[in-house]
Structures are given as C-alpha cells and as structure tokens.
C-alpha cells in the first residue's frame, strides 16, 4: 500500500537529459484526418511529435531511441526483455537523467510492471501513450509526452518505480490498469494507483510505492532468455473443466480468473487441485476490478493455491511467470506475492 506524505513539487532543470525510447502505439498512430477510431497504431515517428512541442526544449535535451514501431496487442516477452536491456544500457550512462517511453495503451500496464520488477535503476522511467492518434482533431499525446518528460527530468521522481503518466495523472506500474477504452482519461483501478499529479510541467508527488521495485526487486540482476509458459483460465458461470484440461499441455503455471474474492466451482477446485499435484503451480485471482484475492481454505482447503494480493490477473501472470525462474517452491512464491 502506499504511504501518504507531504506533497512534494518541483520544476525540471532545462539542462537535464531525457531519452525517448519509442515502441509505437496509438500516440504513434495515423488515420484519416481528424478522425479517432479506424487508425494504425505506429505509423508516424515520435520524433515528428516532439517537433510540435517546442516547449519540450526548456524541460530538458532530448535523445531518440527508436526501438520498435508496433501496435502494443503485438508485445510479448521478447521486446519485453529487448526494451528492458535498453533501458538499462541508457540508465548507465552518466549524463542520462531519465527515460520516457512511449507506448500503446491496450498492454502499457503489463510491460510497465515487467519493467517494474526487473529494471536495474533508481533513475525515473515513466511510460506514456495515447488515446487519440497523432491526426485526429484533437491528438491528447503531445501533452502526455510533454509530461512524462517534465516528471522524468524532476529530480522527485527518482526511487519511485516505475511510472505512468495520463491525462496530468502520475501511476505506479503496479496498480496502473486500462479502466476505459473512449476516454482520454482511461486509467485508474483503484486507490493506490495514483503517486501524485502534474499541473503542467509541474510534479506533485503525494505517495510513494512500498512494494519491491526496480534495484530493490530480486529479479533486476537476473539476465533472462526465455521464460516459463503461465496461462490464464477464465472461471464463468458453467464453466467446464476442459478449460484447464486444455491449459495443462507444455505448462509451469496457470492464473485463475475467479470471481469475487477468486472462486470458481467445486469441479474446477478439484480439476486445479490434481494440476497442482502434477506439478502446475497456480494462482488464484478475480475478475472484480477492485479486489484483493487472500489464501482461502473454502476454495484452497490443501494449501495448494497462491493468493494474487492486489494485483490484476495479468500482473500475477507477471510475477509469476518471473518467480519461476527462480523457484518452484510455493511458500516462496506466495511470500513473493505479498512483497511485489
């Protein structure tokens, strides 16, 4: 949960350094003049929107690094880890003050968080994308970039994850998730998203993340190829146990969707329980928006299960997809889940 304290606000030096690491995504995207639906996402070069918006000149200098150009429903693990070395090499040089990245907004949340828990730099990286593409009448990414670069180059911004920045708002990788699809302002989940605000260039920060992040996270050293294969499985009215059937084939783990506080059916206990005995580590979330999934002996009477916490079902894909790596030890995991 994030602690509460003095609203802290300060100015960008002009003289900072920014690097704008670019991945595509609506804010890069192109349609039919002054329309905002019915465009392709990473058609224009970001490069082209910084040049409207010479006010970016008195935040800081700033260095392209054009790394993909994708519709954010193509990332998977791959660029994840592409993008995350990037960030590392950039965050390593000493006159490199902060890393902006501009993104799609469909599947921002989950690499903010893959990049969350594995980063090696206490510098600010802060993600950024849009709703409207580049040439719609009213484009809302100028500004979003404007932003994510004032809060990257403000020197309150540091230790603090990773961020998001939308719509003057400043979200915690963690907590951050897709809330609306028409909306400029499409962000939120719930109460512990927000770190703070912006009024312009200015940054107001009023909470900071407790949760283990970027150098203090056990997995920001570990260098990584490929990972273990975690699914997810919806739990809905009548569903059948197939579903998991279908899922066990070439699988380490499996999140469950439940609902409310992460049930399911009696049938589908006893199928996830003979899962887990072969081997099949699994966590059990919620399809609730706002919700917290705890160890529940009701629906987890052998202990087999490992409670999601707070985070969405495809965060806890994330961390364990992550924790598998490490280890296949459940008690370790689960403890990993309270911690992250």
Known sequence: MPQYSKILETRPKANEKIIVIATGGTIAGSGEDGRTTEYRAGTIDVSDILETIPQI???????????????????????????????????????????????????????????NLTIATEKPVVLTG??????????????????????????KAHDCGVMCLFSSTIYSARNIAKTNNHKIDAFGLNEQAALGYMRDADVFITNHPTTKHTLRSKFCNQQFDAFPKVKMATYYAGADTDILDALKHDCDGIV??????????QAWMQKLDELAESGIVIVRSSRVPHSIVFDEQIFDPKNHFIG?????????RILLMLCLTQTRNIEEIRNTFFRY
């Open 57 to 115: 000149n008195n935040l800081a200098e700033i260095e392209m690094v054009p790394l993909i150009s994708v519709d954010s429903n193509e990332m998977n693990e791959r660029y994840w880890i592409k993008l995350r070395n990037t960030i590392n090499e950039q965050a390593k040089r000493p006159d490199v003050d902060g890393i902006v990245i501009t993104h799609g907004t469909d599947t921002i949340e989950e690499t903010a968080y893959f990049l």
């Open 130 to 155: 849009a709703m409207r593409p580049a040439t719609a009448t009213s484009p809302d990414g100028p500004f979003n970039l404007f932003q994510a670069i004032a809060l990257a180059a403000n020197e």
């Open 308 to 316: 999601s916490n707070t985070l969405t079902p495809f965060k806890a």
């Open 256 to 265: 469950v969707i439940g609902t409310g506080s992460g049930n399911y059916s």
